[in-house]
């Protein structure tokens, strides 16, 4: 019963190409022309990989017979899964994607949990113990990191869809001295983990999955809201790992290539977005970022001069100008302005003004989500600019018009060596002519708690309200009078 | 397969990973954690050995249900990144 099962050739083939199928998915993303295509492959390599499995694991009852319940039960539950995923996919608003995300991260952690602990109460089924029903030492380890990491992405991803969902307030929450609760948290999980080499009694097992459970929630509750996209982004890399691990568990190269994949991919984007922030990975995971925010807004401080501006002011200074460069951060996004926001670009166009936007990598919640705000709004992509890309035409801009931003715009970044968001790279919106700014009203401060001193500025209006109401109210006044 | 040859398979993937996703457009980075999130639950491998394997009534049911929650994420997955790619479009001129 329990000899190593000859690997069939055209079965470790076929896991090959699903590996390289996923590859090529990701590939197609370099471009928005070939992504569509890329997600084709993606498709299809997971459907060899499925299939594959389903002929090689036929169930089969003691006498050798098909088992048809256990079939019908497998094929059911992949039933309930296509018709709830399918029924969230089409539901979603592309506003709550930071949310859907986490939401399916915490799946596939959840899922990795379950299939390490099958593979731990069923090992001969996996090929993964000896006659004596003794676990390979090398499985112990990859499957006592599996379920640990598995366990950290669903607690870690409960926590962080709570948060972005508005379940849980967005703040950090401190616990004291939990710097060393966690270190010793994660030092008995890997200690345990070493230790169930020698010895695989079930407490050993399910003593690491409860405490990966805990540190996942521990490690998230004190991030802030803010950093999000990092957060996002890391549990993103974790479900690749518990995937990997899972792989070398089973000797699957679909696994194994795509857990590198998805574990480099979220790494990369995490790296990328604590680039944006100028914060180090350590110190996001660190937390407590913001968390005196309101403090500092409600202390004294001194009251400063701005200019307030209508809708109407808005409209006429935009329909004069010849370049208008858009800057939408999470605002937009909150306020649902989008639309609204197109709409006034395309009234714009109309009056033969040159629109633009430009996007910051942390706007929004999650790498890239104003991209898909915009893309939902029927923006065309080569309208939409990143960061480097565009920060020198600010200069010769005639209205830089913020809508939803706040930190990514503050010059204070480039200038205030005490400013806690000092060395983040930023968007120069103050070297336009003119600077449109809306913003909901004077008192709110952006996540890292810091005034803008854009808004003092003698060539800044603030436009003080809801972002679509704004929006909405400049598109009325521009096709209204015209000039 | 032994240990270093699958090693080594995930070496070369890890690679393969950093340049690929090095090459991604920012303006799809949603789009690639959705599709990433989708991939990484070729989990569903294991799954559906784990449900469709004698023995252990308890390892079918957890294997049943991870079968569930991966599926979740396969078609979802896929289906949100289709969704979201279906969006970006080229200005017409």
């Known amino acids: 019963m329990h000899e190593v099962a000859p690997i069939n050739p055209w079965v470790a083939l076929a896991y090959l190409a699903s590996g390289i199928l996923f590859i090529m998915a990701l590939r197609g993303l370099s471009s928005p022309a070939s992504s569509r295509r890329g997600n084709r492959f993606g498709i299809l390599g997971m459907t060899i990989a499925v299939v594959t499995t389903l002929l090689t694991h036929v169930p089969r009852t003691a006498d050798g017979a098909l088992d048809a319940i256990s079939i019908a039960e497998v094929l059911g539950a992949i039933g309930i899964g296509a018709v709830i995923g399918i029924v969230m996919a089409r539901r979603i608003a592309m506003t709550a994607m930071p949310q859907l995300v986490a939401a399916f991260h915490s799946l596939v952690g959840l899922a990795a949990v379950a299939v390490a602990a099958a593979a731990y109460l069923n090992p001969s089924a996996f090929h993964i113990?000896?006659?004596?029903?003794?676990?390979?030492?090398?499985?112990?380890?990859?499957?006592?990191?599996?379920?640990?990491?598995?366990?950290?992405?669903?607690?870690?991803?409960?926590?962080?869809?709570?948060?972005?969902?508005?379940?849980?307030?967005?703040?950090?929450?401190?616990?004291?001295?939990?710097?060393?609760?966690?270190?010793?948290?994660?030092?008995?999980?890997?200690?345990?983990?070493?230790?169930?080499?020698?010895?695989?009694?079930?407490?050993?097992?399910?003593?690491?999955?409860?405490?990966?459970?805990?540190?996942?929630?521990?490690?998230?509750?004190?991030?802030?809201?803010?950093?999000?996209?990092?957060?996002?982004?890391?549990?993103?890399?974790?479900?690749?790992?518990?995937?990997?691990?899972?792989?070398?568990?089973?000797?699957?190269?679909?696994?194994?290539?795509?857990?590198?994949?998805?574990?480099?991919?979220?790494?990369?984007?995490?790296?990328?977005?604590?680039?944006?922030?100028?914060?180090?990975?350590?110190?996001?995971?660190?937390?407590?970022?913001?968390?005196?925010?309101?403090?500092?807004?409600?202390g004294s401080k001194e009251q400063r001069p701005w200019k307030p501006g209508s809708a109407d002011d808005a409209a006429f200074l935009m329909s004069q100008a010849e370049n208008v460069i858009i800057v939408p951060g999470y605002g937009m996004a909150v306020a649902q302005a989008q639309h609204a926001l197109r709409e006034m670009a395309d009234q714009l166009k109309k009056e033969g003004v040159n629109v633009k936007y430009a996007i910051h990598p942390v706007a929004g919640r999650m790498p890239g989500h104003m991209n898909v705000l915009l893309a939902e709004a029927n923006v065309p992509y080569d309208e939409v600019f990143e960061l480097e890309d565009i920060n020198g035409e600010f200069a010769q801009a005639d209205v830089a018009f913020v809508i939803g931003a706040n930190d990514v715009t503050n010059p204070a970044a480039k200038t205030d060596k005490t400013s806690p968001i000092y060395g983040m790279p930023v968007l120069d919106v103050e070297k336009a002519k003119t600077v449109l700014f809306v913003k909901r009203s004077m008192g709110g401060v952006g996540y890292a708690g810091v005034d803008n001193d854009v808004f003092y500025m003698d060539q800044t209006m603030m436009l003080l309200g809801d972002a679509k109401k704004m929006a909405d109210d400049i598109v009325k006044a521009l096709s209204g009078g015209g000039h | 397969m032994d240990f270093i040859s699958i090693f080594s398979i995930f070496l070369l993937a890890c690679f393969v990973g950093y340049f690929v996703v090095w090459s991604v457009t920012p303006a799809l980075h949603t789009p690639l954690m959705s599709v990433t999130n989708a991939i990484s639950s070729v989990i569903i491998v294991g799954a559906l050995i784990a449900s469709a394997a004698a023995g252990s009534p308890v390892s079918k049911w957890l294997g049943l249900a991870a079968v569930v929650m991966a599926s979740v994420n396969i078609f979802g997955g896929f289906a949100v990144t289709e969704r979201m790619l279906a969006m970006y479009k080229k200005k017409e001129r």
């Open chain 1, 129 to 298: 113990a000896d006659a004596a029903g003794q676990i390979f030492a090398v499985s112990r380890i990859e499957m006592g990191l599996g379920i640990a990491i598995g366990a950290i992405t669903f607690s870690g991803s409960v926590i962080a869809f709570l948060k972005l969902n508005g379940n849980m307030s967005g703040s950090p929450i401190m616990l004291p001295g939990r710097h060393v609760i966690n270190l010793a948290t994660l030092a008995g999980i890997l200690g345990l983990i070493g230790y169930f080499l020698t010895d695989q009694s079930p407490w050993v097992f399910w003593t690491i999955t409860a405490l990966s459970f805990v540190i996942g929630f521990l490690l998230i509750i004190p991030i802030g809201g803010a950093d999000m996209p990092v957060v996002v982004s890391m549990l993103n890399s974790y479900s690749g790992w518990a995937a990997a691990a899972m792989g070398f568990t089973l000797g699957n190269t679909a696994m194994i290539i795509t857990g590198a994949l998805v574990g480099s991919s979220g790494a990369i984007l995490s790296y990328i977005m604590c680039r944006a922030m100028n914060r180090s990975f350590l110190s996001v995971i660190a937390g407590g970022f913001g968390a005196d925010a309101s403090a500092a807004a409600g």
